[in-house]
Every structure is written in structure tokens, then in C-alpha cells.
């Protein structure tokens, strides 16, 4: 891999036995990620793109294919891949009864910092992200857009290579949506950070993404800036990716009624 | 090693601290034994239970043990909570060892599970029990390797489980039939010889001969060491399973 590469996967694939037999989540993906840039996973609901992530992440392991992480063999050295990450899930991962800033001290001793040097941690954490005043508060107690500043900030407790985000606005209202753009946008600029977020939103996917991969059914379907997409699947530049995205998969990436933004 | 001994103790201090915020926590767990204790155990006392000592010293082991086997049982039902809320891959995605975060937790439930068995204890000292101190000790320990083994194993079902449906069937199957062929509330050896023969095939049995033993002082009975080497597998197996399901989730 070179070392303008942040993540390159071959053949990547996950298959779940359930009660009605097998299921192909994910077949046979193969993924180049430059350093430093923010990739958008869009594809409609059951694409595949969590489980993707989980891949990706090493909170589940591949049942075929390879893959190197900031560096690390994904299946030989999950360590060395878990000390270069940061995960946000779609869910989120705070306790809604412990307090911000217990939160953000307890990541940062998961990530091995000790007891005052973590404290330190937090604070600075909590500055970057404009958590000061939240502090003390219940994590069950924040809105949905300080919820997810909360998580972005436990998943850069330990400055990542590599920042992943599942659905990172789902559920957030407009004005939250647009902060959060802004908020990866300068995690980006700040610390030249590779970001690897999924999305069903084509107006996210749009304004956010340097390059984005469409996935449906488990594997990648096009592959492009969204100015390339919008010119090789709608017929031009000024399509818009609705257009693209139809044109490539068939249908709209979700129900209309649950994404009111979307282009 | 002082990663593994860091990582448990950050572990076991975060759910400890959950358990100090939650009063029910504390408290519930030890409600059923101590019922047993003051409406069952008077009941006991004129009664022939066969073996040595008082019918305190045969039932107080029992009821220590119940404690542990009800509450670690349903200890991963936490688990399944906070799998919804993200916690737990949250915390498996950082680099702290796999096996701390199931030992913090197990540590977490058996503390509190033997302080709750220290309260039974007095209370039952209150109503009557007369038992040597290293024996009531050996008690806790014994309590407390049981709770252990258990909450491991709860965590595991939990890891694999996708829902709390799909979770408390499963764990009443177990315990019912485990509180029932194990002399839990009265000895075996009051027991017709087919039932006796099948309560051999539950472990649980082996360690409450032998919490009986330690309770009337037979520090040398075969029993006890039937029962410390049960406890010491039981707990190997346990962990063993525990830890591989934080290491790969299946869900
Ligand atoms: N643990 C699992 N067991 C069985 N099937 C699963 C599991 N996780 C995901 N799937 C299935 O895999 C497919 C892809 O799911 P997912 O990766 O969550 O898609 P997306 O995030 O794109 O919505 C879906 O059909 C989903 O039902
Ligand atoms: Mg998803």
C-alpha cells in the first residue's frame, strides 16, 4: 500500500448465518481511501454500509477479503489498527446516566492515558468541541447535535488517522446538520484527518464528500467525485445526484417520508 | 499484565459507579434471600435435615448461593442495554484489553453480590445462626466465584443475544432447573436415590455440599474440595467463554 493511502480494501465481504440461511451483508468490496480525505459510503437502507464499518473498525471480522487500516493489517494486528481509529456509530456509545465529562475521561483512559494526563484530555476535548459548558451534565440530558459533538469528540480522544462515522446526521434537525458538516469539515482541516462516513442523504453526500462509493446490495456500484457521477450517470455536471444515484441503482436511496432533506 | 490490571480496575470503577447511582441495584438482588430467611428459615427449625449442625447452618448456605445464581445470571440483561446504546463497541473499538472488559464487569457483580451476602449472613445471625468465622468466609468465597462464573457467562449470552426477548427465556431455563437439582433449599440427602443420582450432573451442587461443610466446620470434608476444584473450573470455563465473545461479537 502506498503511503498516500490511508485504507485500501480487497475483495472485503461478510456473510451472516441467521435462521432463514446465509446473508451476503457485504460482497466482495473493494475500497481505496487517500489519506486526508473525507469519503461519503451512500447507498440505501441494508446496503451494507454498517457492516462495513464494523468490518473496517475490528468489531467484526470479515468472512472473506483483506484489509489495511492507517497502516495495519485489519486481520493480523487489529491493536495496532484500534490505536490509529475512531468510531462513531450510528447509536452513538455514551451512557445517557454518567456525566460529559466522566465520558470524556474514562475514553481517554481506554486509550491509555493516565488518571490526570486523561482529565487534561477531556478538557481540551471539550474546548475543541464546545462542550465546556455541558460538562457536568447527564449525557441523556444534551440535544441531538451536542449528542453527536460529544461523540465525535470521544472518537478523536487519542487524534486519529482515521475518523469513521455511521449516519453521523441522522436524526439531527437542519441547522445541527449543518454544524456537524462544518464540525468534520474542520477535523479535517485541523489535524489532516481521513474521515469514512456513510449516509443515505444525497444533499450530505453532496456538500461533504471529496468522493463518494455507492454501494446497494452489498457491493460498490459507481465510484466517483459527485461532480463525475453526476456527469457519467445523469449525462452532466449540473444533474442533480438524485439523477445520478437513480440512474445508478434503480431507485431513491430511502423513503421519501423519513428523509425530508434529501436532494 | 499492568495494562490488564489497569484496564480491569477502570472497568470494574466505571460499573461500580453505575451500580452506587442505582439504590434498586443495591438493594433488590438480596430482597429474595432475605424473604427466604425470615418467612422460610423459622419454618426449618424443628425439622430433622439430617447431617450435622443447625437447620440455620443447612439453609444459609443455600440462600448465599441463590444469591448468586439469581443475580449473576441476569447480570448480562445490563449488557443488552448498553449494546443498544452503542457502549459496547464504543469501548471494544479502543485498544483496552478484550479480557478486562468482561473482568471488570464479573468483578463488579460478585463485590457486590458478597457484600449482599454479608447482609444475609448478619441478618441470619440475627435470627439464630451459629457458625465458625473461616467457615462463613469460605461462604462469601465461595459465593463470590460462583457469582463470577455466572455473570461471565450471562455476558456471553448477552454478546450473542440481539434483544432481551431472546435473552431472560434462556437464562430462566437455566436457573429454575439449576436452583432445583442442586439442594439449594433443603440437601440432597433428604432426596430419593434417582434425584441425588441427578443432581450429581449439576456443579452447582458440589459447591453447595461443600458451603455446608464450611458452615459447620469440616474444613477437611471431601466435600470442600470437590467443591473448590468445581468453583475453580467453573470459573476457567467461564472467563475463557466471556472473553472470546468481547474479542468477536457475533452481532
Ligand atoms: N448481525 C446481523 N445478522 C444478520 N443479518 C445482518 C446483521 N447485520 C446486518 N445484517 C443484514 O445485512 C444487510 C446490511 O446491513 P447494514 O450493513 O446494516 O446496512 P446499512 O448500514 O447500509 O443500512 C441487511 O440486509 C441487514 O439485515
Ligand atoms: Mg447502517
Redesign the interface.
Known amino acids: 500500500m502506498d503511503s498516500s493511502e490511508s485504507i485500501r480494501t480487497s475483495g472485503l465481504s461478510r456473510t451472516f448465518a441467521t435462521p432463514r440461511g446465509p446473508v451476503e451483508a457485504v460482497r466482495g468490496v473493494d475500497l481505496t481511501v487517500r489519506r486526508g480525505e473525507i469519503l461519503g459510503l451512500l447507498g440505501p437502507n441494508g446496503a451494507g454500509k454498517t457492516t462495513t464499518l ?1 468490518m473496517l ?5 470479515p468472512t472473506g477479503g483483506t484489509a489495511t487500516v492507517a497502516g495495519h493489517d485489519l486481520a493480523r494486528d487489529p ?1 495496532g489498527v ?2 490509529r ?3 462513531v ?10 456525566s460529559v465529562r ?1 465520558e470524556l475521561v ?2 481517554g ?4 492515558l493516565r488518571g490526570p494526563r486523561a482529565e487534561e484530555r477531556a478538557e481540551e476535548l471539550a474546548r475543541e468541541l464546545g462542550l465546556t459548558e455541558l460538562m457536568e451534565r447527564p449525557c441523556g440530558a444534551l440535544s441531538g447535535g451536542q449528542r453527536r459533538r460529544l461523540d465525535i469528540a ?1 472518537a478523536l480522544t487519542h487524534r486519529p488517522e482515521v475518523l469513521f462515522l455511521d449516519e453521523p446526521t441522522t436524526g439531527l434537525d437542519p441547522g445541527s446538520r449543518a454544524d456537524l458538516w462544518d464540525l468534520v469539515r474542520r477535523v479535517r482541516a485541523e489535524w489532516g484527518t481521513t474521515v469514512v462516513l456513510t449516509t443515505h442523504y444525497l444533499d450530505e453526500a453532496d456538500a461533504l464528500a471529496d468522493r463518494l462509493v455507492v454501494v446497494d446490495r452489498g457491493t460498490v456500484v459507481a465510484e466517483g467525485t459527485p461532480t463525475e457521477l453526476k456527469t457519467r450517470h445523469a449525462g452532466s455536471p449540473d444533474a442533480t445526484l438524485q439523477d445520478a444515484f437513480l440512474a445508478v441503482t434503480g431507485r431513491g436511496p430511502a423513503p421519501r417520508d423519513t428523509t425530508p432533506v434529501a436532494v | 499484565m499492568r495494562t490488564l490490571l489497569s484496564d480491569t480496575a477502570l472497568v470494574f470503577g466505571r460499573y461500580a459507579r453505575q451500580t452506587l447511582r442505582s439504590k434498586a441495584a443495591m438493594t433488590f438482588g438480596a430482597l429474595m434471600p432475605a424473604l427466604y430467611l425470615v418467612l422460610y428459615g423459622p419454618l426449618l427449625t424443628d425439622v430433622p435435615l439430617g447431617g450435622a449442625g443447625s437447620s440455620w447452618q443447612v439453609l444459609v448456605p443455600g440462600l448465599l448461593l441463590q444469591l448468586a445464581l439469581f443475580g449473576a445470571s441476569f447480570a448480562g440483561m445490563g449488557l443488552i442495554i448498553e449494546k443498544q446504546h452503542g457502549i459496547v463497541d464504543r469501548m471494544r473499538v479502543t485498544p483496552v484489553s478484550r479480557l478486562a472488559l468482561l473482568l471488570g464487569r464479573v468483578l463488579r457483580d460478585a463485590a457486590l453480590l458478597t457484600l449482599q451476602a454479608g447482609v444475609i449472613v448478619l441478618v441470619a445471625v440475627a435470627m439464630g445462626l451459629r457458625a465458625p468465622l473461616p467457615g462463613i468466609l469460605l461462604g462469601f468465597a465461595f459465593t463470590a466465584a460462583l457469582a463470577l462464573s455466572l455473570a461471565a457467562l450471562s455476558y456471553a449470552l448477552a454478546m450473542k443475544a440481539a434483544a432481551p426477548m431472546a435473552f431472560a427465556p434462556v437464562v430462566n431455563g437455566f436457573t429454575m432447573p439449576a436452583m432445583l437439582l442442586s439442594g439449594l433449599l433443603l440437601p440432597m440427602s433428604l432426596a430419593p436415590g434417582w434425584l441425588d443420582v441427578l443432581s450429581h450432573v449439576m456443579p452447582l451442587r458440589y459447591l453447595v455440599d461443600a458451603v455446608r461443610a464450611a458452615f459447620v466446620g469440616h474444613y477437611s470434608d471431601p466435600a470442600l474440595i470437590r467443591g473448590a476444584l468445581t468453583a475453580l473450573a467453573l470459573m476457567a470455563v467461564s472467563v475463557t467463554a466471556g472473553t472470546r465473545y468481547f474479542r468477536r461479537a457475533g452481532a
Do not use: F
Request: glycine fraction near 14%; aromatic fraction near 6%.
Open positions: 464494523r473498525t475490528t468489531l467484526l471480522a491493536a484500534r490505536r481509529i475512531g468510531y456509530a450510528q447509536s452513538g456509545g455514551v451512557d445517557p446516566a454518567v466522566e474514562t475514553q483512559r481506554l486509550y491509555g470521544m
